[in-house]
Structures are given as structure tokens and as C-alpha cells.
């Protein structure tokens, strides 16, 4: 999760600040170029994959929103597994690319030229493109979320539960739910079915899995933050109660 800005690093430092900084954009500048498109497409090539043994590719595309060009994600299926893979990869490009002065936003249902790629299939893609470097956020204090007990039950480190929270989400649904343990060496992460859902369950559990790792992605960036090293276990359990396991971490 290191790329070159400027001459300079972007390290995993910088991507948990992003975490507090970042909005969608959707208003944009233009004049996006192609010493632009270079920047983005060397950019993206510094996300991490989840799962090291997944195939996925990203390529950056003419503009399918309001940007100067999309970026999409294709992964092997369309697979629970796959699609938390996908929020983690596409939420590492969103912050990348926002810590780069990019405006960027998730385009949840905009279709691509090209359905498939290299025996992989299109899952989600970004507008992204240039924007008034003002656009971004100074702080928590201006992000819309729910409150953390909502989010999270048990104690744990402030700094990896604010940034856990801070994440974002399709219609900022926030469909997850995290437990810490009483001695605070597990985590949890669940995503939380709501009871009542106006939109079908079959369209919000494809957004749901993506914002599981898209979380997951903010989840690390805390931890890693603040010194915590943790170990990833991932695998996707039955759904209890509303409660779909995702993943847990254990922490050293
Ligand atoms: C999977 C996903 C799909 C999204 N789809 C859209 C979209 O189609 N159009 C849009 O304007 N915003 C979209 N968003 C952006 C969310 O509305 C936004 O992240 C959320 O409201 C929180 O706001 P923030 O990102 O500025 O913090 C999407 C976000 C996610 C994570």
C-alpha cells in the first residue's frame, strides 16, 4: 500500500488520514489528462488484494459518470468472497487516488463497455477525476454515520473504531456490525441485515458484501495506525439473526 506522489511515498500513515478526509465527489473539474490517466493507472496498480490468490484487474475507462474517466474492477464471479475482496480493493483505490488530490466516487449501478476481461467479470467501478482541492472533509465532525454503538459493541482502541466508522457505504447504509471482545483480542466483523429493507434483499447483499470490504479495508488501516497487530481470518459464515460473519481478527 505504497505509491509515489510527487516524489514522495504514499504510506498506509497517509491512507488511514485519507480515511478522515475523503468524500464522494461528484462535482468535477475539467481538463483531466492523460499524464492523469498515467498517474491513476500506475496509482492503482499499489492496492493490496485481500485474498493474494484472487485474480482481479483493474482498468481505467472513458468516463462513465460525471469524472474524467472510470475506473473498474473485474474479479473471477460475482461470489460473496469476491465481492468483500472487491470493496477492499476499490476502497484502497479510492483513498489512493483521493490522497493524490483526485476526486472520487463509487458508481453502484453504471454498466461498463466491456462485461468482461481476461476470463474475469466487471463487478464495480469509480468515477474519478480533478477537483477543487477544498471538496474534502477536515474532519469526523464532518461525515454523516451512525453512532459507534450502533457499530460496535465492546471496548476497543478509539482511533481503529472512528476510522472503522468513517467508512463509507452504498446509499450510506452502514450494514455492518463489528464486536470486540471483553479482552480485546478479538474483532469481530459482521454485516447486519436491516429488518425492513425498501430495496430488495437480492440488490442490497450484492452492496452489503462490497461494504464489508470496503470496512475491512478502514478496519486495517486503524490497526495498522495504531500498532496493533492483528491476524486476518476470512471466511464467510451462514447468516444468524441478521448476522453474516465476515471476518475476524485476532490480535497479537
Ligand atoms: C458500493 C457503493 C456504491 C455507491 N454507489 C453510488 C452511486 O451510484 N452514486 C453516488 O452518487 N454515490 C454512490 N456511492 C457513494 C455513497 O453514497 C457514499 O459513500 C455515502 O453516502 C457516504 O458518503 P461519503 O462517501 O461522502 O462519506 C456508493 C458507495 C458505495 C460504497
Redo the contacts with the bound molecule.
Sequence with gaps: LECESKGREITMEDLFNECFK???I?LFKDGFSSEDQEKVTEALKKAVPLDPSAAYEFTLEKPH?RGGASVCLYMKDKEPQSLVGA?YL?EQADLILEQLGYGV??????KPDVKEKDGLIFV?MLDVGLCDPNSFRQGKAD??RKYINDIWEGEFNEQVKDCAL?S?????GQAWYLKSSADQKKITVYKKRAPFNPIPDEVMRF?HF??AG?LLCHLELGLVHEHLKAERHFEIKPEEDRLTEIAEYEIK
Excluded: E, V
Design positions: 475523503r468524500k464522494s461528484r459518470g470493496g476499490l466516487c463509487f458508481l453502484g449501478t453504471a464495480m461525515f454523516t468513517l463509507p457505504s452504498a446509499l450510506n452492496f462490497l461494504d470496503i
